[in-house]
């Protein structure tokens, strides 16, 4: 009996050493228990071949591994109606040999899972994470993710990294800031469809089945999202698995980065990229010629610029980017704005220097800002015929640094003010019209900063003109501009501003009404300014160049009549009435005296020659020789080089005008009969130019009663005299006789 105990203990040993009883694989079920609750693989005591199934009511579990411990053959399905959130935390998981074994398996068209820390999920055999057609899941954080779909070599077809299994089609999968690493297994998409395979069905002649992988998904990548993907041979990195030509779609938006293998089947959204990689202009990265494992990949960020703002009223152009350095330099003639009918300027202004890494200014010269005022005319981000603002950065913006050409990015601006006009003053003689104002600004081109035909001019009685032919000007500065009238225009002007000062003959303000859009289509509203523009006449006769006066030879001054020879009376040299006599100076240079000078009280003048005001003051002193003949008549003789610059004609108190082209040997010789002023024995003499302007009034004195003018009763009382005595010696002799 106790042989036969032994006999049978000695089976029972023998069968269990040969087939080993096997541990029951567990199963975790994660509901509303776990909501926003951390299930721990290490507490809970998750082992191989166990399965983690988390439904919608454990929404924000944290699945929280070890960076030190891979789990092996578990498994995670999310089985939901499709709106499960949960995060996976440091947790790495190697899957076996069959479907259950696919570490991620997603159910639902709206799963959204968080990448804490770096998680890395394999499968010998199949896909990494399963997202098939239908299912979506939504992968974001700031963490590292890498999958991979069948490692293992000796199968025929593989599943992708993330996507769908061996021959099934990828679903929706949304990669938002995240670092994810994809690789597809044996003729399997690194993120897309699974792999297939070819099957030998007849070796002569050689005949092929052809078992197609899957298609690819719907993959959006966004935010700052980097993500390399690889996928088998003959299969998409991003797209269709194996000979499947559905790729189906990829967006890569915002600061997004996307890799590609170098491989001549990576096909991405039907397009090839044999030895080619997408980046849109924010990353570079460097790695091996092949396809490299991710933890050898390097990844650089790169400058750029993402937007700007500019204030038109303290024009300084703010620039934000990325990637900078504090001090870099900035090469400020590198950058081109873009605005108002696409016309584009490049800057002059100094260069700068970065004031954090993600930030420079600029302030601009008074040249660029009166240009770029013009073209960014309107507040926002387009111009006001809607052309939309852009700045553009050439190559070796960032100067220190040799950062990359960077040519679309907005601008927003603010701050842009309507230019205006505060007033005029207006030159009779030579037409020039001087504008001063505010907010001016300069448009790219040549002469044609102020439309001069949206100008009108109000004057006398009311009256108003409005400019026809005179030329589109270019602006002095922000603040004044001067138009040169043409003939037409001046002619009709110089009437209606009749009088000298701010006020015409007849009391009228003198203004100057600019009509809309006059200094373009600034602001997109009316800039219209009509009143309250105060115009200033004034008469400044071009000075002409210097040239030597002669010397006049002195000559005994001629008369107008010569039956009577003149008599030579007075010769003086006399000082105008509007101005008290300063020292005398060279008839050769003729310079005006200062505006503002103190005046004395001027002669009453003719009523319809307007007093010159302080600017038109007229030389110091003319020089006359007045004599006196015997038949009454007054000479002055003036030396025309002592008359105000200008003056055309001398103008009598009897009305008479006499031309100054009639002087001979430099003088003119005016005959006066009776226009003496016998109360204080003088004449006034009105200097008027080619407008009959007058430029001064003179007060000449007359020659002395007593020597000049009652010289011919004297003669008369002695001519008399000795005739009496002359008649009495001829009757005293008849007498005698």
């Known amino acids: 009996m106790k042989h036969k105990i032994c006999a049978l203990a000695i089976i029972f040993i023998t069968i269990f050493s040969i087939f080993p009883p096997t541990a029951h694989a567990a199963t975790f079920i994660l509901n509303d228990s776990y909501l926003y609750r951390d299930f721990n693989f290490a507490a809970e005591g998750v082992a191989a071949g166990d399965t983690i199934i988390v439904t919608s009511a454990a929404e924000g579990v944290r699945l929280i591994g070890s960076s030190s411990t891979t789990y092996s053959n578990v498994t995670i399905s999310i089985e939901s109606s499709g709106n499960t959130k949960f995060s996976i935390e440091n947790l790495n998981i190697a899957g076996g040999g069959s479907d259950n074994t696919t570490p991620i398996i997603v159910h639902g068209p709206n799963n959204q899972m968080e990448v804490v820390g770096t998680c890395n999920m394999t499968s010998q055999y199949d896909v990494g994470i399963q997202v098939e057609s239908g299912d979506a899941l939504t992968i974001k954080g700031t963490g590292t993710l890498v999958v991979r779909g069948t490692t293992n070599s000796g199968v025929r077809e593989g599943g992708a990294g993330i996507g769908g299994r061996t021959r099934t089609s990828c679903g929706t999968i949304n990669i938002v800031d995240c670092n994810v690493s994809a690789y597809g297994g044996i003729k399997a998409s690194g993120i897309g469809g699974g792999g297939g395979y070819s099957e030998l069905i007849n070796p002569y002649p050689p005949a092929f089945n052809h078992h197609i992988g899957g298609a690819g998904g719907q993959v959006n990548i966004s935010g700052n999202a980097v993500v390399y993907a690889s996928g088998g041979s003959e299969s998409a990195d991003i797209g269709g698995g194996y000979k499947n030509g559905s790729h189906g779609s990829l967006s890569i938006t915002g600061n997004a980065a996307v890799f590609f293998r170098q491989s001549q089947d990576a096909l991405v959204s039907g397009f090839s990229y044999p030895g080619h990689y997408y980046v849109n202009s924010s990353y570079k990265f460097e790695y091996s010629v092949g396809g490299t494992p ?36 900035m090469d400020v003639s590198t950058l081109t704005i873009t605005g108002e009918s696409g016309y584009s300027h490049t800057l002059t202004s100094p260069d700068v220097t970065a004031s954090s890494s993600t930030a420079f200014s600029v302030q601009l010269n008074s040249e660029d800002k009166l240009i770029i005022n013009s073209i960014l005319d309107k507040n926002g981000t387009s111009a006001s015929e809607g052309t939309v603002y852009n700045l553009s950065a050439a190559s070796g913006w960032n100067a220190t640094q040799g950062a990359d050409a960077d040519s679309s990015n907005t601008i927003t601006v603010s701050g842009v003010q309507a230019p205006t006009v505060s007033n005029a003053v207006y030159n009779k003689a030579t037409g020039e019209m001087t504008v001063t104002g505010t907010n001016m600004v300069k448009k790219v081109g040549s002469s044609n900063d102020i439309d001069a035909s949206m100008f009108t001019v109000q ?65 997109g509203g009316d800039i219209s300014d009509t009143s309250g523009n105060a115009i200033e006449v004034i008469y400044n006769a071009p000075t002409p160049e210097p040239t030597a006066v002669p010397t006049p030879t002195p000559t005994t001054a001629p008369t107008a009549k010569p039956t009577t020879a003149p008599r030579r009376t007075s010769s003086t040299t006399n000082t105008p009435a509007p101005t008290p006599s300063p020292t005398p100076q060279s008839s050769a240079t003729q310079t005006p005296a200062p505006s503002g000078e103190a005046t004395a009280t001027p002669a009453p003048a003719i009523s319809e020659t307007p007093i010159p005001t302080p600017t038109q003051t007229p030389p110091a002193v003319i020089t006359t020789d007045v004599v006196s003949t015997d038949d009454g008549k007054t000479v002055v003789n003036i030396d025309v080089t002592s008359l105000p610059q200008g003056t055309s004609a001398v103008k009598l108190p009897s009305g008479q005008v006499v031309p100054i082209d009639t002087a001979e040997n430099g003088m003119l010789t005016i005959e006066v009969f009776d226009g003496w002023n016998n109360e204080d024995g003088s004449i006034t003499l009105v200097m008027l130019n080619d407008d009959e302007v007058a430029l001064g009034s003179y007060n000449i004195e007359a020659p002395s009663v007593e020597t000049s003018r009652n010289m011919p009763v004297w003669i008369i009382i002695v001519l008399v005299g000795v005739m009496a005595i002359v008649w009495g010696v001829v009757i005293y002799s008849r007498k005698v006789a």
């Open 294 to 329: 991710a933890s050898s990949i390097t990844i650089h960020k790169l400058m750029r610029i993402n937007n700007s703002s500019y204030n038109a009223s303290t024009g300084i152009l703010s620039v934000s980017g990325e990637s900078f350095t504090v001090g870099d330099e």
């Open 459 to 523: 004057g006398v009685s009311g009256g108003t003109f409005t400019l026809t032919d005179t030329s589109d000007v270019e602006i002095l500065s922000e603040t004044s501009f001067k138009l040169i009238l043409s003939l037409t225009d001046k002619s009709a002007v110089n009437n209606l501003l009749d009088a000298l000062g701010t006020v015409s003959s007849l009391g009228d303000t003198y203004n100057l009404s600019a009509a809309d859009n006059w200094n373009g289509a600034i602001t």
